[in-house]
């Protein structure tokens, strides 16, 4: 079950904590138990514990931060959930993919799975922090589900990757030591150093016209969501900007 020690549902600004409660269960039905909240309405909550039923024991060891960069800054993969399109939008994954990339990655060490509040779904701000999205296929006319509802869903296509992975080779299944092909990505903290770094040259170089921004930045993030460099790539890139800072100064 290392792998799924791993694995991190964020739940950001939710408004019922009924919601909480419920996702909680849901999470616990398929073996996850490591839950973060991010700016909750109301938790602790009586209504929590209630719709939590018998998952109420995981309510305790749930982590409570102030901004979605605190949940997931040390999380080499970050997958946002959401309804439908946002504005700013990233490489978009079926649910089964999602499960598949998530545990993978979470064999070497965090990685998150992020859902919104109930009425508006996630901000532009908190899906710049991911990787890629994911949106349960529903019906066009009527595809947002209950906030638990959508949780249960990913939750169970990890559980599938569990149990193949464990049909497949029951003494290696989640063990990281056991599979180390994978490729390093560098997680949400280093990834956000870098972009300050960038948006920083790109400024003081006068490639930016710091009265019309624009959208680059947006763009720039969108680039590198595609691109999805490794850990070792990201360091090339910044040791070329920290070359570019010295001449500049
Ligand atoms: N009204 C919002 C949906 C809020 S539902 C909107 O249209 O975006 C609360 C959360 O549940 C969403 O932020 C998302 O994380 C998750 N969710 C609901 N329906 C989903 C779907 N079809 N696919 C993926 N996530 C979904």
């Given at each position: ?115 919104g509040p109930e009425r ?11 990787h890629y999205r994911v ?115």
């Open positions: 079950m290392n792998t799924f020690e791993n694995i991190r549902i964020v739940l950001v600004r939710t408004y019922h904590p009924g919601n909480i409660g419920s996702s909680i269960r849901a999470m616990k039905t398929m073996g996850l138990e490591q839950l973060v909240l991010v700016e909750p309405r109301e938790f602790p909550s009586a209504e929590a514990n209630k719709m939590a039923s018998s998952a109420e024991d995981l309510l305790d060891d749930a982590v409570v931060v102030g901004t979605l960069l605190e949940a997931v800054h040390d999380c080499a993969m970050v997958v946002a959930c959401t309804a439908r399109p946002r504005t700013f939008d990233l490489p978009a994954l079926e649910p089964e993919q999602a499960a598949n990339q998530l545990f993978n990655a979470a064999k070497n060490g965090p990685v998150a799975l992020v859902f508006m779904g996630l901000h532009n701000d908190d899906i710049q922090l991911a949106s349960i296929p529903a019906n066009p006319d009527y595809s947002s589900l209950n906030l638990a509802s959508a949780v249960q869903i990913l939750c169970y296509e990890l559980r599938k990757q569990l149990n193949s992975a464990l049909a497949a080779a029951p003494d290696v299944a989640g063990n990281p030591e056991a599979d180390n092909s994978q490729l390093v990505l560098p997680n949400v903290g280093i990834r956000e150093n870098f972009y300050e770094v960038l948006e920083e040259v790109l400024n003081d170089s006068g490639f930016v016209n710091q009265q019309h921004p624009g959208q680059l930045m947006l763009k720039v993030r969108r680039l590198f969501a595609k691109a999805q460099p490794d850990e070792s790539e990201m360091n090339i890139l910044r040791g070329a900007l920290a070359a570019v800072q010295r001449k500049l100064k």
